[in-house]
């Protein structure tokens, strides 16, 4: 198998908690880059989205620094019959902007991983890059 860029996206709004944010990163199931099972989710997503990973505004590839929204300092775990989450600390400068429009928007998960040939999400890659 061949490690690849995943992307994926959730629906989950965030929901505010202090001054951060409780996201929804990955759920299992079918999305557009595979199908997640719970088991990889849990055993392997805290892995590959370790503390600190970092959050950006949008998918641009070249992941400029202007575009970092903020950081998950705590990474990420699964909780039961959610998914993988974690919390979301933005920077001051974009906490505004996080405040106005994260009740609203949904997120992307961008992380390297594996899939077989049946399409199924097998292996996240803990990856400097990886985030969402």
Do not use: C
Not at 52 to 76: E, L, N
């Amino acid at each position: 198998m061949v490690t690849q860029l995943l992307k994926e996206s959730t629906a989950s709004a965030l929901t505010k908690n202090g001054k951060r944010w409780k996201v929804v990163l990955a759920v299992p199931g079918k999305g557009t880059s595979g199908t997640y099972s719970e088991e990889v989710l849990r055993e392997q997503g805290p892995n590959a989205i370790s503390k600190g990973a970092k959050a950006f505004v949008d998918h641009d590839p070249k992941r400029s620094p202007k575009d970092m929204i903020g950081t998950y300092p705590d990474g990420a775990w699964y909780e039961e019959g959610v998914g993988l989450v974690s919390e979301l600390q933005p920077f001051s400068h974009w906490e505004k902007f996080v405040e106005e429009v994260g009740p609203h928007a949904g997120l992307s998960l961008f992380m390297m991983g594996e899939k077989d040939e049946n399409d199924n999400v097998t292996q996240l890659t803990p990856d400097r890059r990886n985030g969402v």
